[in-house]
């Protein structure tokens, strides 16, 4: 009964370089957010997805920022030309929905260091 | 735009207290609300939801809501040094809508 997978756990990166954060939901979760975490701040909403759907993605930067959730495999959040600014820690959240009610859990969360 | 807001902190309470966490929200239409646990360099952790206005009890956890107000708070009783975390209120709008967090509010337990 897994819960909620990401990688990889720490990410370095140099300025200019692509990173790239997978996110397996739980089992049988069809909807998927990821949040953004700066260090003593609280959870930025990013972008949620459905399967090969993005329904919300008004927390996501204009550019380099891009997020998919296909058909088959993980949800992969993809920074392109990385910035020092980027570096946070990135956490993926999945859930069912019943009616009006989203309970969402958590996975351990990809800290990238931008160096 | 939807905010939600908690108390600045840290709070800091005594082993055995009763810890009162509190939080407002702006969108009148928002229709579900939790509670998340985060220990520090680790993920957010599920405590409680509610979406009805009144109390909702679970061990030592007691969740309020009063919709009128826009107010939601958690009560933790019987204060331990285990709880000692930041501790997220987060709030959804609709089956369709992401939950918004607030900044959250560093709890401290002293033993």
């Known amino acids: 009964n897994a819960g909620v997978m990401q990688n990889p756990r720490h990410l370095v990166r140099r300025r200019g370089q692509e990173a790239r954060l997978r996110c397996s939901p739980m089992k049988g979760h069809s909807h998927v957010y990821w949040y953004r975490q700066l260090p003593e701040e609280g959870l930025k909403f990013m972008v949620y997805l459905q399967k090969e759907n993005i329904i919300d993605e008004s927390g996501m930067p204009k550019e380099r920022f891009s997020a998919e959730f296909p058909k088959e495999g993980p949800s992969i959040l993809r920074i392109q030309q990385v910035v020092r600014g980027d570096s946070a820690a990135y956490f993926c959240?999945?859930?069912?929905?019943?009616?009006?009610?989203?309970?969402?859990?958590f996975g351990q969360g990809t800290r990238l260091t931008v160096v | 735009q939807k905010e939600v807001e908690q108390n600045s902190g840290p709070l800091s309470v005594p082993e055995g207290a009763i810890a009162s966490l509190n939080c407002t929200y702006s969108d009148r239409g928002s229709q579900s609300f939790f509670w998340y646990r985060q220990y520090s360099g680790k993920s957010p952790e599920l405590i409680m939801f509610i979406y009805s206005n009144g109390d909702k009890e679970d061990g030592r956890f007691t969740a309020q809501l009063n919709k009128a107000s826009q107010y939601v708070s958690l009560l933790i009783r019987d204060s331990q040094p285990s709880d000692s975390a930041t501790y997220l209120c987060a709030v959804n709008s609709g089956a369709n809508s992401k939950l918004t967090f607030g900044k959250g509010i560093t709890l401290s337990v002293r033993p």
């Open positions: 959240a999945s859930s069912l929905v019943y009616g009006t009610l989203t309970e969402a859990f």
